[in-house]
T-cell receptor, first 116, second 113 residues
């Protein structure tokens, strides 16, 4: 069955610390996509990244980086030198089988609090 | 560029009253459209999705319905609200195709009293 697990319910760090948000997924598909979204206190979900199952290269975007490892079915997200503005709930998501409708399966989210 | 609008931003309704939430997308044609509900500020539950005008798929049986009267308009409705309908409702759109990213609107906070 398709499933996304974000085992960390809440994380609290002090500004400038690095923090890694874990995401483990289960799928029977050989082709699939993984996503990360950020939900700040305002509520709107902000798209961060989409990766396909054939591209295992790590990606870096500014202070954000993503580590995709098919061998462990993980797609972890690291924020370097965290800032207060990074405080939000972060969701990992997996594409449903087939994918034609674009439906996503979301994890339950990790609430990150960055304290000054 | 594409933008997505939702209204109202907040709504307080009595139990048993009707509901209509609207979502519109600008800057694209024939998008996939989605309605989600987020209860207790956490998990996202997909309620409905649509791949075209008049085409609605429901993910969970419930008190709500959805309609897509125009290409870029998606409406969430209820004839009689229940207390359990309270939550944060998010509309999203995506391009059609293989597992595209979804882009979310600002959401509507609904409180049923």
């Amino acid at each position: 069955a398709q499933k996304v697990t974000q085992a960390q319910t809440e994380i609290s760090v002090v500004e400038k610390e690095d923090v890694t948000l874990d995401c483990v997924y289960e799928t029977r598909d050989t082709t699939y996509y993984l996503f990360w979204y950020k939900q700040p206190p305002s509520g709107e979900l902000v798209f961060l990244i989409r990766r396909n199952s054939f591209d295992e290269q790590n990606e870096i975007s500014g202070r954000y980086s993503w580590n995709f490892q098919k061998s462990t079915s993980s797609f972890n997200f690291t924020i370097t030198a965290s800032q207060v503005v990074d405080s939000a709930v972060y969701f990992c998501a997996l594409s449903e089988p087939g994918g034609s409708q674009g439906n996503l399966i979301f994890g339950k989210g990790t609430k990150l609090s960055v304290k000054p | 560029s594409q933008t997505i609008h939702q209204w109202p931003a907040t709504l307080v309704q009595p139990v048993g009253s009707p509901l209509s939430l609207e979502c519109t997308v600008e800057g694209t044609s024939n998008p996939n459209l989605y309605w989600y509900r987020q209860a207790a500020g956490r998990g996202l539950q997909l309620l409905f999705y649509s791949v075209g005008i008049g085409q609605i798929s429901s993910e969970v049986p419930q008190n709500l319905s959805a309609s897509r009267p125009q290409d870029r308009q998606f409406i969430l409705s209820s004839k009689k609200l229940l207390l359990s309908d309270s939550g944060f409702y998010l509309c999203a759109w995506s391009f059609s195709g293989s597992s595209p990213a979804q882009y979310f609107g600002p959401g509507t906070r609904l409180l049923v009293l």
